[in-house]
């Protein structure tokens, strides 16, 4: 049998070179999407400097997204992280990741709130407009890293963490424009900086992809950014909207992932 592998594989059809052409189909596929999801950034972002985003459209979206966010950390990422590596050292990277990010939102990006627009008097200045952008791409990043630790795993695996990260990339996009028009600059720079989300989303795909060897430390790094990003960053702006068909979607967002498990078949 492994004479036969060997035969395969030098006329370029065994198992070694089948698995190489599955992970470059693979990581092609998290680039694309990669791309995809910092573009939702940019049509956020868009949609603040050119058109009037319905608030209950943007609460959907937070709403879904959070519960969704959260199912996939706890079905998906994290149970996948601790089968790549010890349980003890894929939980500590799932803490780090998730207080790498507070600690980035609460020194770098203080007063934010998805959707919703910073008061001028707190963002007036160049050095705080700069460090809560820089802040928005340290967590877009990861958005990348998520992205790509998940297709590198399984096909399965990065669309779900794909779908998770694509369901806040547009009150992500909105958020980030808000925030630069509330602070003075014009609509230009509004789209600048939601490209400049989108972009550092790209590179996070891209260094993760390239970097395939560390998966086991990216993997759990991203769960908890996930982690973070729903229960921290999204449950508590929906939690600020009493409109209670705005936290049932926080269920379907959680139902929607249990869904695709079972129609799909696809491993727990």
């Known amino acids: 049998m492994q004479q036969v592998d060997n035969v395969l594989t030098m006329f370029g059809t065994g198992p ?10 693979r990581t092609g596929l998290a680039a694309t999407l990669g791309l995809v999801a910092a573009a ?44 790549l590596s010890s349980d ?14 507070h600690l980035f939102e609460h020194t770098l990006a203080p007063h ?16 705080a407009r700069n460090t809560v952008l820089l802040g928005f791409a340290i967590h877009t990043f990861f958005d990348g890293v998520a992205i790509a630790s ?16 694509f369901l806040h990339k547009l009150p992500e996009g909105f958020t980030v424009a808000s925030f630069v028009l509330a602070s003075g600059q014009g609509r230009r720079n509004a789209l600048l900086a939601a490209g400049f989300l989108g972009a550092a989303t ?3 795909v891209l260094l993760t992809s390239a970097l395939q060897g560390e998966l086991k430390y990216a993997l759990p790094l991203s769960g908890g950014v996930t982690l973070y990003v729903a ?9 600020r909207e009493p409109n209670w068909r705005v936290a049932l979607l926080v269920f379907a967002g959680v139902a929607s992932l249990l869904i695709m498990r079972y129609l799909l078949h696809a491993p727990a």
Do not use: K
């Open 40 to 83: 939702a950034n940019l049509i956020g972002g868009y949609f603040v400097v050119h058109r009037e985003w319905p608030r209950r459209l943007l609460q959907a979206f937070l709403a879904l997204g959070a519960g969704y966010m959260l199912a996939v950390a706890f079905l998906e990422i994290i149970p996948e992280a601790i089968r």
């Open 150 to 165: 998940g297709f590198l795993v399984s096909t399965w695996l990065g669309a779900v963490i794909f779908l998770a990260v």
């Open 88 to 101: 003890a050292q894929a939980l500590l990277l799932v803490l780090a990741g998730f207080f790498l990010v």
């Open 16 to 25: 070694t070179v089948t698995m190489a052409h599955d992970i470059a189909f």
């Open 231 to 239: 229960a921290t960053d999204l449950l508590p702006e929906v939690n």
């Open 112 to 127: 934010f709130h998805f959707g919703e627009e910073t008061h001028c008097d707190e963002v007036s200045h160049s050095h």
């Open 202 to 204: 790209l590179v996070g």
